[in-house]
């Protein structure tokens, strides 16, 4: 396992979240997606703090540009540059905008790494879980992989959701039935932050 280093810790991550003012919902989808990839990254063998930092990290500059989605993921670089991040950190916290249509400078650009496939699938699947255990009275405690996998197969369902993005782990490696159920376990283990039960 190959150890990566970012210039600063989790903690400092979080005081740089906080200080772009996110909301509370937005504030979760960060830590959910921090929590999905670091067991990506225990189930690959990869450096867990680095997955899951950039997992974290990965939509830095949302609360700067949901209002004008074309910035997203470009804002980021700058702000993420002015933190001492290499260029390749800040590469794979983009990518999971390629192909994005809302993001002219990205349009182009296509996922070729397991960690960019793992990012956008985790940052994705975060939302297909959270809507289910809505569905189940906030409760993703007893949540099943098979029984996400039928939610997941209801188009109508979290329709914002992407699936052909949650479906990119497979390119990564991993089996989508698998996915699921590394993703519930790792929201799961963070439940009483993220308000579920």
Known sequence: MGEKHLPF???????????MNPDEADMLHYIETEAVMRALAGKFGEDLDYWGILG???DVDWA???NNQQEHCMKAREILAGKGFSDEDIRIIQSHGYACEQI???KEMHRTQKIEFALAAA???TGLIYAYALMRGKSISGMEPA???KKFKDKS???GCSREIIQEIEKAG???EEFFDISIGAMQGIKDQIGLQ
Request: proline share 3%; net charge positive; charged share 25%.
């Open 9 to 19: 810790s989790r903690e400092e991550a979080i005081v740089l979240l906080k200080s």
């Open 56 to 58: 974290l990290l990965h």
């Open 64 to 66: 700067l540009t949901k």
């Open 104 to 106: 002219p400078a990205l």
């Open 123 to 125: 940052e994705t699947v």
């Open 147 to 149: 029984k996400l996998k």
């Open 157 to 159: 369902f979290a329709a």
């Open 174 to 176: 991993l089996a989508l």
